[in-house]
Structure formats: C-alpha cells, structure tokens
C-alpha cells in the first residue's frame, strides 16, 4: 500500500466539517480508489476553542496558515474558508508549495480562476473546484467530460437555493419575500451578507465559471449581466402564473456561431420547461448540446454534506492523478478568445407591467411604439386598477433583440399616458439553438 496523504483544511466550518465526515464515514471506498488511506493532518480556523460539530484531534487546530501551506508533508490543501484577498494569497501559496488545492470558493474562482490555475499548472499541481457552482451537483466535470465531444450551445442554471428558496415560497404561499430571506438565513442557505444572494451577483459568479468552462472562454465577472429578484413582487408572481408562467432567477450562457451572452435575471418559463420545476433551495443546470440535445443536472446546490461530497470527488481525483503523475496537466487554457454578443444580437420574449391612464387611444399608443420596431405581442392583459382612471395593463412580446426592447422601454416611460412601468422581465421559450 502507498503512504497515506495528508491533507490540511483551510477552514472547518459548514463544509469543512463535511468534508471531515465524508472522509471519515466513506474511508473503504476512497482508499479502494487511490489505494492509500486519507489523513487530516492540519486545519486552519480562527477561534481553535470553538465547539466543532465533528470530532476532530484538538492538536490539529492551528489559526497560523503556514503550519498548513508550509508543511512539506501535507500533499492537498482544502480551501473551504471562503473570503477573496487573503485567500488568494494562501492558494498562491500553497501553489508555489507544490500542494494540490481544492476548493468551493465561487467568489475566489469567478475572480482569479485564470490566474490560479496558471500558477498551479507552472507548479504541476491540480487546482479542482467542482463545489464552487451547485454545490453537491457534479456539474464541471460533468461540462468538461461529459460534454467533451458536443458543442454546448446553451446553458440556464438555477445556481443560487437562497433565491429559489424565495421564489418558490412567494409563489406556493404567497410569502412575503422579506420574511422568507429571514427564513432562508435561518436555514443557512444565504452567503453571510444576502444581498449577493438576491442580488444576483452569487449566480452571476458561478454562471462565469459555468460559461468559461463550457465554451472554452474567459468568461470574465463584468461579462454577466446582472439583475437580482429584490424588485419582484408578488403581483409579477400572481400575473405570471395566470400567463402560464414560473418565475426564477435564471442564469442563461447563449451561443450563437462565435459569440456568447451571459446573464443572471428573474426569468419567466413556462410551466412545461424542465426547470420550471426546481423547487426550494434545490440548484438545477439545464445544458443544450448540438449533438445530444436537452439534458439538465439536479441536486442540492448547497449544505453541509452535498458540498464535502464534491470536495472529496476532487481530492479523488488529485489523486487518481498523482498515481499516474499527471497532476496539473487537467488544466488547459481556453480555446477561444472572448466575443461578446452585442445588445442588437441577444434575442428574447419580455413581460412587461405597466399603470396606464385609462384614456382612449392609450393602448394604440403604446402598440405602435412596439409596431415601430417590428416587435409584436403574444400575450396581453388588461385589468382595471382600484384607482378607475388607471388600468394594469400586462404584455408578454413575441422575440425582439435587447436593442430594441431598451429603446422601447425609454420611449415608453416618457409617454405621457403612462403612469408607471411597473416591472419587465426576460420570458424563456422558443428555439435552444
Ligand atoms: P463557514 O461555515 O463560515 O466556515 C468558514 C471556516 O473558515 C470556519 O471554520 C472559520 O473558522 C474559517 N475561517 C474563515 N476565515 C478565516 C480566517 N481568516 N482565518 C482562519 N480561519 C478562517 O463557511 P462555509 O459555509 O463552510 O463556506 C466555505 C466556502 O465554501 C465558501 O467559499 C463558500 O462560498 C463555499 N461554499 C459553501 C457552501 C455551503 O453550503 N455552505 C456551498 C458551496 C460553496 P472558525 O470556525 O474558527 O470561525
Ligand atoms: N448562498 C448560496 C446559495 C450558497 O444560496 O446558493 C451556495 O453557494
């Protein structure tokens, strides 16, 4: 039997401690893997009296970094601490060390992953980070290696469970959205500040990773377009659902020939779209393939467990790797330089909320703005308000490029009829390709 490998844990809590069961709960089949037992050797935290939820040998609580990315025994650093700075530093570090790292940290990756892996090819060290997006779904390797002989055309992913959890609880309950965030941070599906939560900006950072990664790009943080579901209401929610409609925070990668779109916006599918129905704190990754058409990964996108799970797979496979002493050749770097989409080539149906004043020729009015830029509609509905001289009036529209639609809304808010838009939104259907 080989020696054992000695790991070092940056950070021991929510998934830290996973990671700490998995290995100890799971150690036949990992060592019937790699052929060696897997020993936690060091674990950096900042309080070492803290109570643990798992049983760890107190001796092997260190807040000094360097007694982990120092050590020469340890092979594989953990970075399950979270943070960016600081981290960054320590990785490189370890790096340089010639220790292999893992880690779940989306922030750091969405950042620096270019950077990281450079250094950690340079070293001949694996640099996996399969928890970072979706928590316990394996959906990189799935991208990487499942999707290796397609061509990914399009990708939407439920990535962030604090926002679905939300959504899901407005829409099932009629929840007040103030009051299910609370419950959401209760349960410990948020970041420890939620605006990036429902800001949008957590998803945005995996859809990054996600779109790098599956069109061979570097796919860059300012890339993403971001819009958070704060300003969704449970009128958009009540309106969505008359039309057919479920309403999600949706991160979507688009390819058509050479150029990609990436966004992160509440979205509305309809009903029958396969992640309408991801519910609750689940994350879900819906991924078109030229060749292989729809096929979707589901699964807890956080948590404890389901996290560690994807941490240990990569420590698995660093050293699948170190037996065939091929680590650090995994990462290759992008095919492909960036193109971006332009406004006029990102194509979608909108849903837009809008006060009118309930005069004659006001929806003429606000038709032809749409006519004058060959956007038609699908769907339409009109309500009378409480205030009789105003009417909601609800529109879904059939596709029209971002250009246009953004052109319209700036016309439409300066029309005098109008009272007030109340909200729009991106609608999902049609063609994948
Ligand atoms: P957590 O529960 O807050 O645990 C962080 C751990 O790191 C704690 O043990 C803490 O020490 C230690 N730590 C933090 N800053 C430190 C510092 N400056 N020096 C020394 N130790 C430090 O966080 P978590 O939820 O496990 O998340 C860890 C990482 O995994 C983050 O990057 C997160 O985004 C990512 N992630 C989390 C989930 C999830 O479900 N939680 C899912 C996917 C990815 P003490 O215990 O002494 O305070
Ligand atoms: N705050 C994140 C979420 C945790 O709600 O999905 C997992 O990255």
Known sequence: MMKSIAVGLLGLGT??????TILKNHQDKLMHQVGCPIEVKKVLVQDVHKHRTVEIDPSFLTTNANEVIEDPEIDVVIEVMGGIEDTRQLVLQALRNKKHVVTANKDLMALYGPELLKVASENGCDLFYEASVAGGIPILRGLVDG?????????????NGTTNFILTKMSKFGSAYEEVLKEAQELGYAEADPTSDV???DAARKMAILASLGYS???ELKDVRVQGISSVTSDDIEYSKRLGYVVKLIGTAHRKGEKVEVSVQPTL???SHPLAGVND?????????EAVGETMFYGPGAGSLPTATSIVSDLVAVMKNMRLGVNGLSSVSPQYEKKLKDDSEIFSKYFLRIHVKDQVGAFAKITSLFSERGVSFEKILQLPLKNKNVAEIVLVTHEASLR????ILVQLRDLQIIQEVKSSYRVEGGNQG
């Open 281 to 289: 704190e689940y994350n879900a990754v819906y991924v078109y393939g």
């Open 269 to 271: 599918l309809p009903e």
């Open 217 to 219: 790009m570097n796919i």
């Open 404 to 407: 246009d639609y953004e052109e």
């Open 15 to 20: 998934v830290g401690s996973g990671v700490v």
């Open 199 to 201: 800001e949008g900006l």
């Open 147 to 159: 999707f290796a002989s397609d061509r990914i055309i399009k990708m939407m992913g439920i990535v």
